[in-house]
């Protein structure tokens, strides 16, 4: 380590005591470690091959400007989260966020719908991906199968998260490498050579012939992009793992939303123009309109080939949502706030990693996974809690910064919007809003109520549990770590810096 390093590190940890916390975490996170972290948990080629088929069928080949609408409006809550990170750079990222913006029964329930929707999406993907594996190793595929393959993915990525940061740092920094080549190489030659609808079926509606106009349509159809767009957040919660977080981390969530976004954007805009009958997947005749699309363009080789690099991208993302819920229960059991804290506080000697509460950030989604072979159907509807969950756990940060603008926080971070805080703010929650009542919309009344307000049932059951153990266990009221303080905090970062 260089002096220059040295002083960095001290700096760091100069910044953390004045925030009441001392850190044990190996801080070796490059700036671009940091940002594929990000990056492999937004993972454009999961979100849109995962969910393109119901998308496109709710909207048709226009769908594709909601990769772009989505990711402005993630934007203004990413700017928002930059400027809180960047003055608290602590690891765990949404609860100790809210827990100084707001309060500790704020951070806590924010906590607790952040983790549940991470294990949900955790169990989700690796569900997800078992389809795609299935295939390349030529097997079936039945539900014990698929259930399987998802078991070993979460054990693997839990062995690799158990080798440390430098590991997971450099697996992050492989899958992303791959997972870019793939969008741009695959969105390149469906666009080049495999092309079958004109570009004007972007903003061709009338064609499609959709019952009840065209907008409610596209609003169902944004729910992919919606998927999509989350991950940023994850570059904070191992801020104690990158060195000069404050200046590094906001960086790194802007450059998710940047370069995710452009992959997204791209290998969606390939794989619709792509799409040979527009009609068979709307009526829904094709329903893996992914897999026709890419062995029609590709062939058998071909899609092997693209099934392999969109498993790095699975294993890539999962290795990323794994350690960002790692990183929330180690936050919540520093404080003492979640039952077995003495457990899960805890770093291994020598890697410098919650290795419990990792062990925990895989038990819990394998759990999930395994349910889905005794609820076929309900399983469906626990899994829609996946977004939606991440979506109001970021609302209520969006929601915290707000109060703690109106008590008199002023960012003293090195990243600030400065006079466009209030407004940035204001448009984030305005467009998060939104976004949670598109999510949880009930669109099908003919399907029966656990598919059609699965959504809002989840969501409620979720809160709803968080606020009974909140009553009777009372976790909020462990611990002694600064609460509801950002507007009293006076920030050390211009002092550390200048040093």
């Not at 952040?114 to 991906?129: H, K, M, P, R």
């Not at 080939?305 to 949502?321: D, E, P, R």
Request: glycine share 10%; net charge neutral; hydrophobic share 55%.
């Amino acid at each position: 380590m260089t002096d220059a390093n040295k002083r960095q590190v001290e700096r760091d940890a100069d910044q953390l005591r004045s925030l009441g916390y001392v850190s044990h975490f190996d801080r070796s996170m490059s700036i671009w470690e940091n940002f594929a972290l990000g990056f492999t948990y937004l993972s454009p080629v999961v979100g849109v091959y995962t969910i393109f088929a119901t998308t496109f069928a709710a909207g048709g080949p226009p769908m594709w400007w909601t990769y772009l609408f989505v990711g402005m409006g993630q934007m203004l809550v990413c700017l928002v989260f930059g400027e809180i990170v960047s003055q608290f750079p602590i690891s765990g990222g949404i609860y100790p966020w809210a827990r100084r913006l707001f309060g500790k029964r704020w951070a806590w329930m924010a906590g607790w719908v952040y983790g549940w929707a991470l294990f949900v999406t955790l169990a989700a993907i690796a569900t997800g991906a078992a389809p795609f594996i299935a295939q390349l190793i030529a097997i079936e595929g039945t539900p014990v199968q698929q259930t399987v393959i998802a078991l070993v993915l979460i054990a693997i990525t839990t062995l690799l998260n158990l080798s440390g940061t430098r590991l997971l740092a450099r697996m992050a920094m492989f899958g992303f490498v791959c997972e870019l080549i793939g969008a741009i190489a695959v969105g390149s030659y469906l666009l080049v050579f495999a092309r079958h609808q004109p570009f004007s079926a972007l903003i061709d509606t009338a064609s499609l012939h959709i019952e009840g106009g065209y907008m409610p349509a596209f609003l169902a159809s944004a729910l992919g992009a919606m998927f999509c767009y989350y991950g940023f957040e994850a570059c904070g919660d191992v801020a104690e793992e990158t060195p000069d977080a404050g200046r590094t981390i906001p960086k790194s969530m802007r450059l998710t939303i940047y370069v995710g976004g452009v992959a997204a954007l791209w290998v969606c805009l390939g794989l619709v123009l792509a799409v040979p009958d527009v009609g068979a997947v709307l009526s829904g005749k094709d329903k893996d309109p992914v897999v026709t699309v890419l062995k029609t363009a590709m062939g058998e080789t071909g899609l092997r080939l693209v099934i392999a690099v969109v498993t790095v991208s699975f294993i890539s993302a999962l290795l990323s949502l794994q350690a960002a819920a790692s990183r929330l229960l180690f936050a919540y059991a520093r404080d003492e706030m979640i039952v077995g804290s003495e457990h899960l506080r805890h770093l291994s000697p020598g890697r410098h990693i919650p290795a419990k509460a990792l062990l925990v950030a895989g038990a819990v989604p394998a759990l999930i996974a395994i349910s889905a072979l005794w609820l076929e159907n309900a399983i469906a509807t626990i899994i829609s809690f996946a977004s939606v969950g991440i979506y109001i756990a970021f609302q209520m940060i969006v929601v915290a910064a707000l109060v703690a603008r109106g008590r008199g926080w002023r960012p003293g971070g090195s990243f600030s919007l400065g006079r466009w805080g209030w407004p940035v703010n204001v448009a984030a929650l305005a467009y998060g809003l939104g976004a949670i009542i598109n999510m949880s919309w009930p669109r099908s009344p003919s399907d029966p109520w656990f598919a059609n307000y699965g959504v809002i049932v989840t969501s409620v059951g979720v809160v709803a549990l968080g606020v009974i153990y909140m009553l009777i266990w009372r976790p909020y009221d462990r611990g002694h770590a600064p609460a509801g303080d950002a507007h009293h905090v006076q920030t050390v970062v211009g002092e550390l810096i200048s040093d």
